[in-house]
């Protein structure tokens, strides 16, 4: 028997999937089956551009739940607690900065599933994440950029995100 994939996150990434997944099922699902029948009413289905995008949307839905109720079964939400105090982990806030003197950067660790790394959540799995990963602040750690090149930053404060 194959083994399922993990994925690892925070309470707060997993209870975000588990919003999203509740409002797909409660509200779009029935949005979607309603404009389904109204466009069944508009008479041919082969030259009915609202029915095959209500469908196409549906297919789309009903995709992103499967994907979410997969990710919530088998989701392992990681405990920063219990990690060494200034160690880099999931669900740590890790604040940098570009040696010698770039500007200070904040970045919360967390799993692929709830990457956004606009809002300062990168992934574990990202080049900066696994390079970040297991340091201590203090630590000078190189980061792999595009075409060969690297940036070496030094870790300024570790701490468990909010």
Known sequence: MAEEKTYPMTA????????????????KRPAITSRIQEARSFGDL???SEYQSAKDEQAFVEG????????????????ASSASKNV???GKKISFKEVP?????????????ESDPLSGKISNDSPMG???LDHKTGDKVEIPLP????????????????
Not at 12 to 27: H, M, P, R, V, Y
Not at 101 to 113: K, L, M, Q, R, W
Request: zero cysteines.
């Open 46 to 48: 082969s030259e009915n």
């Open 12 to 27: 707060e990434g997993l209870a975000k999937l588990q919003a999203e997944l509740d409002d797909l099922i409660t509200n």
């Open 130 to 132: 696994k390079a970040l």
């Open 147 to 162: 075409e060969n090149h690297s940036v070496t930053v030094e870790i300024l404060h570790v701490s468990k995100a909010k």
């Open 88 to 90: 880099v982990t999931l």
């Open 101 to 113: 003197d770039g500007d200070e950067e904040t970045y919360t660790i967390v799993g692929s599933a």
């Open 64 to 79: 992103r739940v499967k994907q979410l109720q997969q990710m919530i079964q088998f989701a392992q939400v990681i405990d």
